[in-house]
């Protein structure tokens, strides 16, 4: 039978040997025990300096030990069922609308049903879309249709990779173990907070990509979605370059930065609403001052810290997003001269700095005037605003001391900051709207009192950040299609998902849906 054990508590200055540690309080040989698995594991620092490792494993042990299901932290575990793949009951080909996460999950589970899916994508395949990058961080040359919010792999490819979630769904451990059998490291399938790393997000997207295709499925790279046309029993989606897609299913997975793509849907008919969204700024702080708030003393057994935490003020709440231990602020817009900051670290987070999303929550009626797009437009707006002030893609920015006090910092002081472009000093209110600022100067002392140094006078503070989620929502139904037949709207820019493991569980759920429903 196999058992599952909870509440494995070990020092995090101990190496241990977890399976000897496992037969020891259980008693067991450990000829007796075989198909070990590491289920989650965690770090408790609640207690600093007492700092321990928190597990939860599996383990197979003779059906005969039913005695150990007695053990206090000790269960049966029932195997997950495993996902299917029913051959794809429809005559056409289904049609996928971005290779982001979303239209990832979908096109790889409609693969898998032999429906040999289409995937349209605006930007270019990750080698040629890493080179676009690059060129754009190293002298300002941007590419429209291929940079950091569009390509294969979609926005998540250039951040962090990580893939925890407030999403409670049984397909949790499914999209993890996907990420591991395409090149991310096992452990994302266990720890707390995995995280695969934009090197090796590279190598899974590719991989992906790479199975779709040998399953029949088509990749039609550096073309745009340009909109569809209902028949009478099936749709035509285009593409540009004058390309046509007959299709009964259509998955629109365009990612929150594709606003000319929304603006067409919404013109066709879609049905969509204004949804509230974030805007804010990157803190950058020195990692070693983060591990120190974090571990303690023990932080040298330990690696980068992370944080995460959340203010509620009267009117607004204020939280920390996309924390990335070890890494970069990057230039992450798409539309030329506008601002957009994200956080991207590598696998091995061994860059000096930290850095977070701090971000002020923004509701439909701070933009809403005549159309449920206004908020796209407010973005931009703000987005322009922070171009504007250097003309030339240096972010604006401040350090912490002079933005609590109301004033401008001169030069940098102990923090470097690691935006590509540089920053120039000024008021950020020149491009962030007045409750943004004054949310973030209240909030931030009260972040300090939960993380004594968070207000390091010389952390930087870059903005702006506005991209984290979408501030639109294309309406569906419970069959998780719009009204319009066979159109199933998906992940990010659909306004259903929030991060790369919610977004790869939307368009898994509609690919699995659209392949048991009858239009």
Known sequence: MRIKISNIRIPVNIRTDLPGKLCQMLHLEKSEMSDFRILRQAIDARKKPNIWYDYQVSAVVPDSRQDLLEMNGVTQLEESVPITYPQWPHPDRPVVVGFGPAGMFAALYLARCKARPIILERGQKIEERKASVAKFLADKTLNPESNVQFGEGGAGTFSDGKLNTNVHSEYNAFVLKEFYLHGADEDVTYLQNPHVGTDYLEQVVRNIRLEIESLGGEFYFNTRFTGFQQKSDHLIAFGDANLQFPTQHLFIGIGHSARDTIHTLYEQGLEMEPKGFSMGVRVEHPQTLINKIQFGTAARFLPPASYKGAVHLAERSVYTFCMCPGGTVMASTNDPETIVTNGMSE???DKINANSAL???????????DSPLDGLAYQKLYEQKAFQISGD????????????QKNIAKNIRSVT?????????CDLQRCLPDYVVNSLREALPLFDRKMRGFTHPDAVLTGIESRSSSPVRILRGQDRMSKVAGIYPIGEGAGYAGGIMSAAIDGLKSA???TSNTL
């Open 347 to 349: 696998r091995s987070r």
């Open 359 to 369: 971000l002020v929550t923004v509701r439909p009626e701070d933009f809403m005037q």
């Open 393 to 404: 893609y240096r972010a604006p920015g401040n350090l912490m001391k002079e933005f609590l």
């Open 417 to 425: 900051p690691s935006y590509p472009h540089g920053i120039v000093f």
């Open 512 to 514: 699995i849906a659209a």
